[in-house]
């Protein structure tokens, strides 16, 4: 894909204010952002993706353990420039209400990210370089046990997502772990987003509408609620190599299967090969 000509996107924002509690065999009374691979936090390889990307602001929403993320960054260099933002109510909220309390600090375009992502790079360039303003981003089949579904139509031939290693995109009819007969599933949820300021407001506004039942409701519901009124383009990357880190099964598949694959990936990209 080429360049998108809209204004060069140099804001993220990090939802990390989760408690993980599948995940706490693993870390403990740590945030998942802050678990390890191969000595470094899953945080920490996301802010510097994003440094080699151009971005050089970046919002941390935080919640369980907020102090943790402080002493892990604060002392770190060579990262973009890190402003947290606490959400009090982290326990009873979902990641919809972190996000929403994060915009009076952002007026701009913004790339937005799962803290508990382990991917590959061309996720985020794929997501940068869309040629336009929202974006969410999907991939393949993972086999995780916990996929989010993206439901809609595409824009290109009708690939099969369980078995196409094909890039498609087209527009979002609902995000959803649920079952939706009357939709075709083009993807599942990666956890990467390119919001504009537009959609975003637009998932604030819904989210104030109806703040007294959706305090627990996460963004992609969010986008997937907007969706029938906007439309979100979703990207499907059919290899995309990635995975959330949200429980045990997760952790030692990101070890044996995913990792191994990203490291290798990058070593052939260094290399040329």
């Not at 802050?34 to 919002?59: N, P």
Request: charged fraction near 25%; glycine fraction near 6%.
């Amino acid at each position: 894909m080429n360049k998108s000509p809209l204004a060069r996107i140099n804001t993220a924002v990090i939802l990390a204010a989760g408690m993980g509690v599948r995940l706490q065999n693993v870390i403990g009374e740590c945030p998942k952002g802050l678990l390890e691979i191969e000595g470094k936090s899953l945080i920490i390889r996301s802010l510097e993706r994003l440094k080699s990307e151009g971005i050089d602001r970046v919002i941390i929403v935080t919640g369980f353990q907020d102090t943790m993320y402080h002493k892990h960054l604060e002392p770190l260099e060579n990262l973009p420039k890190i402003e947290f933002i606490h959400s009090p109510r982290f326990a009873e909220t979902g990641s919809m209400h972190s996000l929403f309390v994060a915009q009076e600090v952002l007026q701009d375009d913004f790339l937005l990210l799962e803290s508990d992502l382990l991917y590959e790079s061309r996720a985020l360039t794929s997501v940068l370089n869309y040629e336009g303003p929202d974006v969410v981003l999907a991939s393949g089949k993972t086999g995780s046990n916990d996929e989010v579904y993206v439901y809609g139509i595409n824009q290109g031939e009708n690939h099969n997502y369980e078995t196409s290693s094909s890039i498609v995109s087209g527009d979002i009819a609902a995000i959803s772990k649920q079952p939706r007969p009357h939709l075709k599933i083009q993807g599942e949820l990666v956890g990467i987003s390119k919001l504009s300021q537009n959609l975003f407001l637009r998932m604030c506004a819904l989210h104030e509408e109806n703040l007294t039942v959706t305090y627990s409701n996460h963004y992609e519901e969010c986008i997937s609620e907007v969706s029938s009124e906007w439309v979100v383009p979703y990207l499907r990357i059919g290899d995309l190599v990635w995975t959330e880190i949200d429980d045990q099964f997760h952790f030692d598949r990101a070890l044996k299967i995913i990792y191994p694959r990203i490291k290798q990936q990058e070593t052939s990209n260094k290399t040329g090969l």
